[in-house]
């Protein structure tokens, strides 16, 4: 019968809290599971949770708690931002050129969901009756290059990004757009999380275009593809690769026994014993 190994000290993961749920007598016991959870600011990367197995190692490799940065923030036309930070927390400024004035938020704080608090501003028009330049979303498309009174522009976003605001705006008699100015989000595809027995090789972000790749751990082999993108509808291709132990692997390991290249011959292979 075979013997149930206790697992070692699996870590902390770096500016996260951990829980540790024992399932016996030791404190890292057969199936005993540790949750991490990160501090706010922080977004994870992998599997919250890991579990001790029968042979003495953990399921998975430890996820990771990422800074949370927002998007560089759109620039509307004639004004300027001070302010160059994008951690959680941290607060720019709008102001305009010359004698133009600020419309909309003159501030916005970077949020815990990594987006920017309310709308982006613009600047005043020149003179009565225009409105001011309301400008072009990053990875946005405008039509309507008019900005007089009762003029209208429309708003739409590039693949792969979303539209937050009003699509479309119409300059009102005050000088001022009617609804906010729409800003273009990228699609997130979410933390994907890792198989079992396997760990992050590779990656490069959690939105629209980027990609993840697994490796398994030394003895497991995949029979699936490692790598997953995030697709412009928001999900992960494939499926979760798994990662499965064998004896018979890798391919060095195998011999032939016999062999033969006519038409019909067969192809017979073994393990090599360790």
């Avoid at 759109?74 to 305009?96: F, H, K, L, N, W």
């Avoid at 064998?246 to 011959?265: A, E």
Wanted: charged share 15%; aromatic share 6%.
């Amino acid at each position: 019968m075979p013997t149930v190994v206790n697992c070692t000290e699996p870590g902390h993961v770096e500016n996260s809290i951990r829980q540790v749920l024992s399932s016996g007598t030791h404190r890292y016991s057969f199936q005993t599971t540790v949750t991490y959870r990160c501090n706010p600011g922080y977004y994870l990367l992998g599997t919250s949770s890991i579990s001790c197995q029968g042979d003495g190692t953990w399921d998975r490799s430890l996820p990771k708690c990422l800074l949370v940065l927002c998007d560089r923030p759109s620039m509307p036309p004639y004004a300027q931002i001070s302010g160059d930070r994008r951690t959680v927390g941290s607060v720019i400024r709008y102001s305009c050129m010359g004698q133009r004035n600020i419309i909309g938020n003159t501030t916005r704080m970077c949020q815990l969901d990594g987006q920017w608090s309310g709308s982006p501003p613009h600047c005043s028009g020149e003179s009565n009756g225009l409105c001011g330049d309301p400008g072009i979303p990053v990875h946005g498309i405008r039509l309507g290059d008019e900005f007089t009174v009762g003029s209208v522009v429309r708003f739409s976003c590039e693949p792969g990004y979303v539209l937050k605001g009003s699509p479309e705006r119409t300059c009102l008699a005050n000088g001022t757009w009617l609804g906010t100015q729409p800003e273009c989000h990228v699609i997130s595809c979410g933390n994907p999380g890792t198989p079992r027995n396997a760990q992050i090789l590779v990656h490069d972000g959690l939105t629209f275009s980027r990609s993840i790749t697994y490796s398994c751990r030394e003895g497991y082999y995949s029979t699936g593809l490692l790598t997953r993108h995030c697709t412009v509808n928001g999900t992960w291709t494939g499926n979760m690769p798994e990662c499965s132990g064998s004896s018979c692997f890798p391919m060095s390991s195998l011999r032939t026994t016999q062999c033969s290249n006519t038409l019909g011959g067969s192809l017979s292979m073994t393990c090599r014993s360790s």
